[in-house]
């Protein structure tokens, strides 16, 4: 049974995807990500269709794309996508603790030969 085809599905990925897809046709090498299309008198009124669109809406976006986008063009999208989510997830995030549960983290990662980080995760799965 083949793989079923990537879907834009949150409307958080249609957002970014709305905005590549805007960004590289306004790219002064637009037509690296586009090709020759670039060159069509069509070029402009599809992305009127993209603008009305929105990313509201993740399933109109996914049908747009599908219309417009090449596999290559579909692939960049993906890989853009997917970079977006690794790099979100791995930003880390700062938090405010008192001495006490400083001291017990420390004492957890001292002990375990961890970072602090790691050291919330393993009294997390105890």
């Known amino acids: 049974m083949p793989r079923p085809r990537f879907q834009l599905t949150s409307t958080e ?42 990313y509201e809406s993740p399933q109109e976006l996914n049908i747009w794309c599908e219309c417009y986008l090449n596999r290559l063009q579909w692939r960049r999208l993906k890989t853009m996508l997917r970079m977006k989510r690794h790099r979100k997830a791995a930003q880390p995030v700062t938090i405010s603790i008192n001495q006490d549960a400083y001291k017990i983290l420390k004492g957890v990662a001292d002990k375990e030969g961890c970072t602090l980080s790691e050291a919330i995760e393993i009294l997390h799965k105890d």
Do not use: C, N, V
Request: hydrophobic share 30%; charged share 35%.
């Open 13 to 54: 990925d249609s957002m970014r995807a709305f905005s590549y897809l805007l960004d590289t046709s306004k790219h002064p090498r637009a037509d690296e990500f586009w090709g020759d299309e670039t060159q069509s008198g069509h070029f402009d009124e599809r992305f009127k269709g993209l603008r009305e669109i929105g």
